[in-house]
């Protein structure tokens, strides 16, 4: 589905995705319209899905989350069943934050964050290779995080 946004739809998701607390009479003022069909761009944009949620970004160094993994996994089958059994399981982990089925050699990716490096071991002894699902699994340690954005690059969705 493509939906046509206007250059102020664009400008209010950008602001939203830059503080998600800012005021709908705040949005209103930087996009040069008034509060009430601000309000109701929002709700539209809301109702159509392009804002799914509004939350806080926590801050995981600060909670002593120091460790980030992106780890490539095979399986041991690609069948279907299989496919759903692994991706049932792995959603239960919240230490996986982000997982992705690849092309490539790569059957899935994942994105793990844990406090620290023997918490990460345990993880991956006991939960992931554990699993007779999975056949092979490599761990890419992250050592300095230079990007982090939760920001989608908006700029392209004018026309």
Known sequence: MTLS??????????????DATTSTATIAEKVNISQSPCWRRINRMEQDGLIRGRVALLDRNALGMDVVVFATINLTSTGRQNL????REIVRHPEVIECYTMTGIWDYMLKIVTRDIRHYEDFARNTLTASESIRELH???AVTEIKNSTELPLDSQLQ
């Open 84 to 87: 759903i059994e692994f991706e």
């Open 139 to 141: 761990s890419h340690m």
């Open 5 to 18: 946004l206007t250059k102020q739809d664009v400008e209010i998701l950008k602001l939203l995705q830059q």
